[in-house]
């Protein structure tokens, strides 16, 4: 599990008070940089390998300006896809949750790639069964 | 349906040269608009009548700078919930569908109420199995 | 004179009920996209020929949702920079204005270069004077 | 002087791979943060004591996917208005740096008010001259 604190930031609440719906998948984009790294340790963007196929997010709670820490786990691990779960924690209530599907990539030639064997075994440490 | 037409901005896109996916979720609460003036024609903040629970959102085609046409439908009419469906299209591919779920809310009390009957009428104009 | 029009979105106020002060320069980067197609009117991102230098804006009056209209102007034509004058208006008031200084580029070998003469010329035809 | 280290995160980038020269005022915003708490310690939203004036960027060279460190220092201190000074520095490198007016604001009335002594004690501990 990867695990990262933020400081609300006052340009993302909204005319609500709260924080804008529309900034949960940037936290999350975000949280997910570690394992980014697993496949591209320098974030080189020129062999960038993945691409977002899809999210799913739960708005369990309002989050106000304060501290939040977002947890990350691995859900899911296929062929060339696999999943993130992940969770936004407000003062010890979670607030939001949330699913999303990255695709091992290459952008020269628009297709997906089996995951490396290597960074699969390192996906494998951060399935959320294991926690 | 509702329609609305946005060029891209280029803040909007990121180091992979296309759109962010956390763009997506911008566009859509921006083309849902129409709807939120269904329940508060003024757009009163003080009485604002609605909450995000969830979106769930495809990338099915990357995105990049020049124009794009935003639909939007109803897709789902319940008590105190209701269904949004909306479309990402540009140059004539369907580039992302995402499905949001509202809630009729009461930000005073902290509960969700039943969606009155004229909106509720409003909001049956715009289901998408009419389209 | 450039002139756009943009419906405020929901996200981009924050919890004061009005615009974010960061919205500003979003909205003054879009509105010169009729700018960068003087220098590059297909917008091609492999020979972008613009960097920006500095920026600075005066909030007049608070930004509500509703709808903004951004005119732009050219302030000033040196020999590889220029100068970007730019409005944000509010139901008559002028609620924001800035003042932008962007390069001519090449991002290849990060210099600076002259302003071509035909890009010059169509630049002198917005010069906020002639207005 | 006060500082906060950030990661820069994916989306804060744009088409050219750098970060976006409009994320630099929301990292300055972010920055003031321990500056809105001397005047308002708990972040009260109902009596928020600030406004923005205007603010003023200079881009000194381009930011890439990494970390960065923003430095805050108070520039000056009038009767209701006061001066923030700000730069973001990244791999050793001074790449932005900024000032911000703001103001001690009253929203109810819409009226500047002078800071409050104890306020401006507070302020002055942390002018830039003094570092």
Redesign the interface.
Known sequence: MFEEVY?V???E??????V????I??WF??AR?PI?KLFTPD?N?DT?PL?????????LK?IF??EVTIKTWISRIGNSSFGIYQEVWQNGHKCSSGETTMVHFN?QNSCSEAIPENVRALLEEHIIAGE
Chains 1, 2, 3, 4 share one sequence.
């Not at 609440?13 to 709260?18: G, R, W």
């Not at 804008?20 to 900034?23: H, R």
């Open positions: 400081k930031r006052f340009y609440t909204d005319a609500l008070k709260h804008s719906n529309t900034v998948v940037q984009e975000a940089e980014f974030l963007l960038w691409i977002l196929a899809n999210y799913k997010v739960d708005l309002q300006l304060g952008y």
